[in-house]
T-cell receptor, first 113, second 115 residues
Framework: DAGVIQSPRHEVTEMGQEVTLRCKPISGHNSLFWYRQTMMRGLELLIYFNNNVPIDDSGMPEDRFSAKMPNASFSTLKIQPSEPRDSAVYFCASSLALGKVQYFGPGTRLTVT | AQTVTQSQPEMSVQEAETVTLSCTYD???????LFWYKQPPSRQMILVIRQEAYKQQNATENRFSVNFQKAAKSFSLKISDSQLGDAAMYFC????????????WGAGTKLIIKP
């Protein structure tokens, strides 16, 4: 199994630009999670989906952040416009179902200058 | 409120020795799952071991084992025969079944392996 796939692995962009992070969950997994990791705040859950439906987006910091899951094998996290304080590592994780073990992707390191 | 506390920001151990990382948590529920994840410098989050709260037997995975004390709400990780590749940040986490399944994370413990 290829595991959770994230792209890009690194993203450097200028303030004000739109950023799109992508995730392909493990095949057969029905739940998908987006996390953000910073030194100051640790790991934060941003949003999660079950069967492609957003269940809880209370962790999304601002309206500048949006996430979609158009099908079972793809999800995006978009930041528009990006700001320097959005610089972090963004992880996508998937699980067989809610309440099952979450498997993480390699993360996307985002730097906003 | 659900919380996870890892009281050791950093630990070091000599290669081939045994080290124990501590974790305590707070929940009012009786049905939950506990996890230890490892994050090496590559930053990949890797599941190390998991424990169902309803199971009394402590989980083991090769050199990794836990000491689960449900009454004390303690979930420590023991690494035996430490290897250089064990150097990483270790995160303790749990979620309550039926309670939105959100993982609650500790702040992490940095484990240093001395050759």
């Amino acid at each position: 199994d290829a595991g959770v796939i994230q792209s890009p692995r690194h993203e450097v962009t200028e303030m004000g630009q739109e950023v799109t992070l992508r995730c392909k969950p493990i095949s057969g997994h029905n739940s998908l999670f987006w996390y953000r990791q910073t030194m100051m705040r640790g790991l934060e859950l941003l949003i999660y989906f079950n069967n492609n439906v957003p269940i809880d987006d209370s962790g999304m910091p601002e309206d500048r952040f949006s996430a979609k899951m158009p099908n079972a094998s793809f999800s995006t996290l978009k930041i528009q416009p990006s700001e320097p304080r959005d610089s972090a590592v963004y992880f996508c994780a998937s699980s067989l179902a809610l309440g099952k073990v979450q498997y993480f992707g390699p993360g996307t390191r985002l730097t906003v200058t | 409120a659900q919380t996870v506390t890892q009281s050791q920001p950093e630990m070091s151990v000599q290669e081939a020795e045994t080290v124990t990382l501590s974790c305590t948590y707070d929940t009012s529920e009786s049905d939950y799952y506990l996890f230890w994840y490892k994050q090496p410098p590559s930053r990949q989050m890797i599941l190390v071991i998991r424990q169902e709260a309803y199971k009394q037997q402590n989980a083991t995975e090769n050199r990794f084992s836990v000491n689960f004390q449900k009454a004390a709400k303690s979930f420590s990780l023991k690494i035996s025969d430490s290897q250089l590749g064990d150097a990483a940040m270790y995160f303790c986490a749990f979620f309550e079944r039926g309670h939105n399944y959100q993982l609650i994370w500790g702040a992490g413990t940095k484990l240093i392996i001395k050759p």
